[in-house]
């Protein structure tokens, strides 16, 4: 009983410190990301209350993607805490030790990263989409839109005076499939279709391959080639780009509907790297308890505070680094993805279980 009282104390200090970061994280990325949504809608007669519903709308996906941080400062600050008011060396001496307190903040941090994955990562996703919705209506280049639907890709664009319709089945590395383009004049009047089964996208001007054009004037022709140049304003960076922001599709939708989402066009080696990156998360959350454990439990004293948050902020640049290092490693193919992925959390392992020999004897 007294085990049960003591370890729910210890979780609601850590749960309760978790919050307080949490809070603060909110307040800054409401700051930061306020001023660049009213520089979006300098240009629109909108009122104030749409930039603000929108950079609370991005605040969501943030903090996911920075939760290992979050769980970092945290525990770093309970940890802190529960020694400048002697509750660290009261709960000793009833037999608990350093060990025990990383093991029951690491169980809590894991549950809160699988808690993560399958309630909130959810909400998330559909937060990110409906502020892409919302954000897009207002997009000042309404004459160059590019969607996915169910029914494949629709690209909408300028080329001269004319406008094309373009749609396509899927996207495959730099090939558009089942392709038809829909040339409208100034007056929206359909002159001109081509139908091609493929064509290369790789800059902008594409090469369609088995093409059949249509001509509608005066006198409709119809005529038949093996390759034909079209211009277009996009290009396979750019439609890439579409499918780039896989903060719209959750976790437990990657798991469901790989195929699915590759059929439509998804990048699937990115797929698999964001389903591995939402897999290590709790694993690295729990690695993140233990290093603030690494840092704070070495040393009683509370004159060491300040030099415990510095060693924190200058540990959490350099994990931060070496993460997006490893995972621009592998988004330029120089090591695998999955290995840029879990490599962080390899070395973190290590550099624990190295540390965690010190906790141990303390």
């Not at 969607?147 to 590395?173: F, R, V």
């Not at 389903?275 to 959350?285: D, E, V, W």
């Not at 004293?301 to 902020?313: A, F, V």
Request: hydrophobic share 50%.
């Amino acid at each position: 009983m007294q085990n049960f009282i003591l370890n729910k104390y210890l979780v609601s200090q850590f749960l309760k410190s978790f919050f307080n970061v949490i809070l603060i994280f909110v307040a800054l990325g409401l700051i930061m990301n306020l001023f660049e949504e009213i520089n979006f809608f300098r240009e629109f007669n909108v009122n104030i209350a749409v930039p603000i519903g929108l950079s609370f709308m991005v605040i969501p996906s943030m903090l996911v993607g920075i939760l290992p941080f979050i769980i970092f400062l945290s525990s770093m600050l309970v940890f802190i805490k529960l020694k400048n008011n002697r509750d660290l060396l009261s709960i000793k001496i009833l037999g608990y030790s350093n060990m025990k307190f990383l093991f029951i903040f690491s169980v809590a941090a894991f549950f809160l990263g699988v808690f993560t994955l399958f309630a909130i990562n959810p909400l998330t996703s559909a937060i990110v989409k409906s502020y892409e919705d919302v954000k897009g209506k207002y997009d000042v280049y309404k004459n160059h839109l590019a969607s996915i639907t169910s029914n494949g890709i629709w690209i909408k664009e300028k080329i001269g005076n004319s406008t094309q319709i373009i749609q396509a089945d899927n996207l495959s590395i730099d090939q558009l499939t089942n392709v038809s383009i829909y040339k409208f004049d100034e007056n929206k009047v359909l002159f001109e279709r081509i139908n091609a089964k493929t064509s290369d996208i790789s800059d902008s001007k594409w090469i369609a391959k088995n093409v059949t054009k249509y001509n509608f004037g005066d006198e409709n022709t119809r005529e038949t080639f093996d390759t034909l140049v079209v211009d277009s304003n996009y290009d396979k960076e750019k439609l890439n780009s579409i499918y780039s922001n896989l903060d719209t599709i959750s976790f437990y939708k990657l798991i469901r509907n790989t195929d699915d989402l590759v059929r439509k066009g998804y990048n699937p080696a990115l797929l698999e790297e964001k389903k591995h990156f939402y897999l290590s998360l709790p694993f690295f959350l729990v690695l993140m308890v233990c290093l603030a454990g690494i840092f704070t439990l070495n040393d009683n004293e509370k004159k060491q505070n300040t030099y415990y948050i510095l060693l924190s902020i200058i540990a959490c640049v350099i994990i931060f680094y070496l993460k997006n290092f490893s995972t621009a490693l592998g988004a330029t193919e120089r090591i695998p993805l999955l290995i840029s992925v879990w490599a962080p959390v390899l070395i973190l392992s290590i550099f624990c279980s190295i540390g965690l020999l010190q906790v141990y004897d303390k």
